[in-house]
């Protein structure tokens, strides 16, 4: 299995370019795809579950151009897109029977699918209920439920988490990772903490562009030695974010506790601090927009 991206761009009018010059190679595991909101992230993945085209460059899946022959990537792609509708006078069973037969499935099969996936994604008490009275979690339950039909071989998820409670978060991280190490897997977020707990590889884009593209480890070990901490007045916390790329705080008695991304220490009372992934994605986010304002 193998998802090659090579040199994809896409415009949407004269002057404005969803994607620049994006390239990737993808195999079996979890890609995590990080960016700001508007970075890129949901144009590359209509573009790779073939519902829009790209202006330039080349999407193939196992060596097959898949604008020119969509339909071997249809057969086994499971896609959820950041906005996910239903029929709400559909149950999740009918909705999810509907889904199955537009997609050819077997009909016996299906509804054993549906039933296990039902299961899966904590909805089985549910099944007979009309979707139009579904909080806006347990419709995206149903989402990806309706993205797993067909035991897909590529899995595309856009902004998954969006509106599941912390429980339903784990839960659906720990189904990414079940998952991954038979498919390729492309979890498309602005939440690092969903991507730092399953993701094999990272992707940064920003402004459309590929930034970065590491293991983990890799992107940890670039902010190594960059990450301080160190407590300031509240009245100081203004000046302190105007000078420094601050990337968390937390209210204390003393002050408050700055999580500050520097090369060298900011002050003479910071210590270091062990590198986080976010750590890490905000300073190639900065230093990528310092970059492009030069």
């Not at 996910?84 to 559909?90: D, E, H, K, R």
């Not at 590491?214 to 960059?226: D, K, N, T």
Request: aromatic share 6%; with cysteine.
């Amino acid at each position: 299995m193998n998802l090659l991206i090579e040199h994809v761009s896409k415009r949407y009018t004269k002057d404005v370019w969803g994607l620049r010059d994006f390239s990737l190679s993808l195999g079996p595991g979890v890609l995590g795809l990080l960016g700001p909101n508007g970075a890129g992230k949901t144009t590359l993945m209509r573009i790779l579950a073939t519902i829009s085209k790209p202006t330039e460059g080349n999407v193939t899946w196992d060596g097959t151009d898949i604008v020119r022959s969509p339909d071997g990537l249809r057969g086994v792609l499971g896609y959820l897109p950041q906005d996910f509708g239903v029929y709400p006078n559909l149950t999740p069973v009918e909705f999810l029977d509907y889904i199955a037969a537009a997609k050819g499935l077997d009909a016996p099969a299906a509804r054993r699918r549906i039933d296990e996936l039902l299961l899966l994604v904590n909805l089985d008490g549910e099944r007979r209920q009309r979707l139009g009275g579904f909080s806006g979690g347990m419709r995206q339950r149903v989402g990806i439920a309706q993205a797993l039909l067909n035991d897909p071989r590529l899995l595309i998820v856009d902004e998954p988490t969006a509106g599941l409670d912390p429980e339903e978060r784990v839960r659906f991280r720990n189904l990414l990772s079940d998952l991954s190490g038979e498919r390729v897997v492309i979890l498309s977020t602005h939440i690092v903490s969903d991507v730092e707990a399953v993701a094999t590889d990272i992707a940064i884009i920003v402004g459309g562009r590929s930034v970065a593209h590491e293991q983990p480890e890799a992107l940890l070990a670039g902010v190594q030695g960059r990450v301080w901490e160190w407590i300031v007045p509240s009245s100081d916390l203004v000046a302190v974010r105007s000078r420094f790329l601050v990337s968390g705080t937390l209210r204390r008695s003393e002050g408050v506790l700055c999580r500050v991304i520097s090369p060298e220490s900011p002050a003479p009372g910071a210590r270091p601090a062990d590198p986080s992934l976010e750590d890490a994605y905000l300073q190639i986010v900065s230093e990528t927009r310092k970059a492009g304002a030069t």
